[in-house]
């Protein structure tokens, strides 16, 4: 079944699993299974102005330099839930780390989701997470 999670500014809700904590760690929420392999957190903003952000701007400002500079990062546009959001997607790897980010865009605020664990544990944890992210609700 799961747990529901809302933030406490009210910008987004999600469905973790039963097993999964969270922990507010500086202006995000850390998800994890204590048992598991990697941490999914999740942080939100306002736009300023009402001024949509633009998804892929917002990875690109999360991705580390040398990433980006490697030339091969692909960046994804996902259908949204509604024509008022706008969402995007990227996985990539640094150092011994496996991430994932997903940034949705509405009108009047920003979500960003990353999920990392080591490289060894690199889809371990991937349908689980999914569903998380399928379950946001802004």
């Known amino acids: 079944m799961g ?14 699993p039963d097993e999964w904590e969270y922990v507010a760690v500086s202006h995000s929420i850390a998800f994890y299974n ?5 941490a999914l957190n999740v942080s939100s903003m306002r736009s300023p102005k009402g001024v949509p952000a633009d998804p892929e701007l917002v990875i690109r400002d999360f991705v580390p330099k ?6 091969s990062l692909r960046i994804l546009h996902q259908a949204p839930p509604d024509e008022k959001m706008s969402v995007a997607y990227t996985a990539y790897l640094a150092d011994d780390d496996a991430w994932r980010v997903w940034v949705t865009a509405h009108s009047d605020r920003v979500v960003t989701a990353s999920y990392n664990c080591k490289m060894v544990s ?10 998380i992210i399928k379950s946001m609700m802004l």
């Open 66 to 71: 040398h990433v980006l500079e490697g030339g």
């Open 122 to 131: 690199k889809g371990k944890e991937d349908a689980i997470v999914d569903d």
């Open 3 to 16: 747990q529901i999670y809302t933030d406490p500014n009210g910008t987004y809700s999600v469905v973790i």
């Open 34 to 38: 204590p048992n598991g392999f990697g």
